[in-house]
């Protein structure tokens, strides 16, 4: 954890100089920066393992970086925003940011938010690449250090972080009844606190990248009550 490189990208300087004073103290490498195109120069020379991201910046804004990030597999991102309303996190999150947190928060909170995030694999990038696990099921292929999803037809299917995490814990735990709490705790790990009711969204948007004319059944069951049964046969390797 202690190598860990925090890219803070946050055009305020009383937020971000206390929180990179805070993030080192606490054994995180940090470089801040005011702007997405700052950003952009500081991603193509240091490896970044997470990116805290201000939605209002000037010129290009938080949203347009983090879809840019997350369609070119980058590092992890989670949001910091002023904009509370749950639609404006799941939006958010669709775009592929792995957490967000509202402003004002608690640097404690940040904290252990940011350790649960990069506590999940991270992509190989640039590394040298070892034996890699794969899952397989209905025809599809799966690769979780990669957050690679390919198809029965061979096509890749894009996944964000948050989903390649729920589709990790479906793999591993198939034809179980999983509740919501239990997700939660396979994908961001024990007393993480978030609405039971983003599990629900973000296993729609699973489904609907799964869906398949040629499947009889749909891969991902609801449990009235109980919450989801991943229901194909899965094949690790």
């Known amino acids: 954890m202690a190598l860990a490189h925090i890219l803070i990208v946050e055009d305020d300087a009383e937020i971000s100089g206390p929180l990179e004073r805070f993030l080192r103290i606490n054994g995180l490498a940090t470089t801040a920066i005011a702007s997405a ?29 983090c879809r840019r990030l997350s369609a070119a597999n980058g590092p992890r991102i989670i949001m910091l925003t002023a904009l509370s309303e749950p639609t404006d996190r799941v939006v958010g999150l669709e775009l592929g940011a792995d957490d967000y947190i509202c402003k004002p928060f608690d640097l404690r909170e940040l904290l252990a938010r940011i350790r649960a995030v990069l506590r999940r694999p991270l992509p190989a990038q640039g590394r040298p690449r070892q034996t890699e696990a794969a899952y397989r099921f209905s025809g599809f292929a799966f690769f979780p250090q990669r957050r690679f999803l390919r198809s029965p037809a061979g096509l890749r299917v894009p996944l964000t972080g948050a989903e390649a995490d729920l589709l990790l814990a479906f793999c591993q735990h198939p034809r179980e009844v999983l509740s919501r709490d239990t997700l939660i705790s396979l994908t961001r790990g024990e007393g993480f606190a978030i609405a039971v009711r983003s599990v629900d969204i973000l296993v729609s948007r699973l489904r609907r990248k799964l869906a398949n004319d040629d ?14 049964v991943f229901q194909p046969r899965v094949l690790a390797e």
């Open 37 to 65: 195109e700052d950003a952009a120069s500081v991603l193509a020379s240091d490896e970044i393992d997470l990116v805290l991201l201000d939605l209002m910046l000037p010129g290009e804004d938080g949203l347009a970086l």
């Open 215 to 228: 499947l009889a059944a749909e891969i991902i069951r609801t449990v009235r009550s109980d919450g989801y």
